[in-house]
């Protein structure tokens, strides 16, 4: 077995890019990360496989200021892996198993104390069900709206996101996805948006919805679902043939309205955030 920690993202992008595409759906944490590297725009902390019998048969990516994803990182190689992994490694994300068996060997050979941070569903749309009688329609978003969806980006990220350090200003996300063409859908009732959802542009096969954000004065009124329902629609228009999605699984709301628009379980995922013993 070898394991290795790669310099650039091209070599790593060399070694890993089959197994990730082998199964877009599992990986499509890992796909995102990694594209933001292909583009330049966002800077990598940690780049390894694992190699056996001369075949890669694992991976581990990190953008800086963000967890590790093990997604393509098998329990069986989890040990090996972390033994290259220095300590002050901050969290790490990916399937129940795969994160609790690094997560594990990290803590063994670090002393480092393991917490959960968010409990995650992974769902994979089968077939579109639009919600009936929302009052209102859908829009794409243009650059006149990027006020609008940087506050409700920002409100999103304070209510729901458990990230180590979420951007205080999420303005250049917003800017920056809408540029590489994600779509960002708002739900208008009269004109006035009350809800919107984005989806990543196709990764191959796959594209992501997120994130998903309704004030709270336009609650229960089934905006979220129809945006959402909106949203998938414009990713199978982009060429998406997975559609899929993240619910926090102690959010009972978001578990229920999902599949009566189409979405079924994939996997259950996990963020594990690591301290330092005192």
Same mark, same amino acid.
């Given at each position: 077995m070898r394991v290795t920690v790669h310099e650039t993202v091209a070599a790593f992008d060399t070694a890993a890019a089959p197994l990730y595409a082998a199964d877009p759906v599992r990986h499509t944490i890992g796909l995102t990360v990694l594209d933001g590297l292909r583009e330049g725009g966002h800077s990598a902390?940690?780049?390894?496989?694992? +190699?056996?019998?001369g075949a890669v048969v694992g991976a581990?990516?990190?953008?800086?200021?963000?967890?590790?994803?093990?997604?393509?990182l098998p329990p069986r190689f989890a040990a090996a892996a972390a033994e290259r992994v220095e300590a002050g490694l901050s969290a790490v994300n990916g399937p129940v198993a795969?994160?609790?068996?690094? +997560?594990? +060997?990290?803590? +063994?050979?670090?002393?480092?104390?393991?917490?959960?941070?968010?409990?995650?569903r992974l769902f994979r749309l089968v077939t579109l069900i639009p919600p009936t009688c929302v009052p209102g329609a859908a829009r794409v978003a243009t650059d006149a709206d990027v006020d609008l969806?940087? &506050?409700?980006?920002?409100?999103?990220?304070?209510?729901?996101?458990?990230?180590l350090d979420p951007p205080? &200003?999420?303005?250049?996300?917003?800017?920056?996805?809408?540029?590489?063409g994600a779509g960002y859908l708002l739900w208008e009732v009269d004109g006035v948006p009350v809800a919107?959802?984005?989806?990543?542009?196709?990764?191959?096969p796959m594209s992501r919805v997120g994130p998903v954000y309704t004030p709270p004065e336009s609650r229960g009124r089934g905006y979220g679902t129809a945006v959402t329902a909106a949203a998938t629609a414009w990713a199978c228009a982009a060429g998406a043939r997975d559609v899929v999605l993240f619910t926090d699984l102690t959010n009972p709301v978001s578990n229920a309205i999902y599949p009566r628009i189409g979405y079924r379980p994939v996997l259950d995922a996990l963020e594990l955030r690591f301290t330092p013993h005192a």
């Open positions: 902390a940690l780049l390894l496989t694992v +190699a056996h019998r581990l990516l990190q953008e800086s200021g963000w967890p590790a994803v093990v997604s393509a795969e994160a609790e068996a690094f +997560a594990a +060997a990290y803590s +063994a050979g670090t002393g480092a104390a393991t917490e959960v941070a968010m409990r995650m969806l940087v &506050d409700w980006t920002a409100a999103f990220t304070v209510e729901a996101v458990q990230a205080k &200003d999420p303005r250049p996300v917003v800017v920056e996805s809408m540029r590489r919107f959802a984005g989806a990543r542009r196709p990764m191959g």
